[in-house]
């Protein structure tokens, strides 16, 4: 999904709809990567723009049958901020990433 602000994109999100690796029989939405421009990011619109993706990640996800959606915050770019609107939302904290350079 694009959102888009006077014709420009300002925010993005990629998600797709399966089981879990190790399946249950119940689908679920994974958010793979989800963007809002960094010009607008800290502002009052894109908080808005954010919630106006997660809405459309609900929406899609709810039309295709999944059950549940995980949200990877992998980017390290206000995690404080990324957890306080997950929470917000009613997105329960479930574990973390980490990362090792070779």
Request: charged fraction near 15%; proline fraction near 0%; glycine fraction near 12%.
């Amino acid at each position: 999904m694009i959102a888009e602000k006077h014709g420009h994109a300002v925010g993005f999100v990629y998600c797709s709809v399966g089981e879990y690796h190790i399946g249950s029989h119940v689908l679920l939405t994974t958010i793979h990567n989800m963007n809002v421009s960094r010009t607008i990011r800290s502002s009052l619109s894109g908080g808005k723009i954010a919630l106006g993706l997660f809405r459309g990640v609900e929406t899609w996800s709810k039309a295709r049958g999944a059950k549940e959606i995980l949200f990877h915050v992998t980017s390290g770019v206000n995690l404080a901020q990324a957890h306080k609107l997950a929470k917000r939302i009613g997105y329960k904290f479930v574990g973390g990433s980490y990362v090792k350079t070779t």
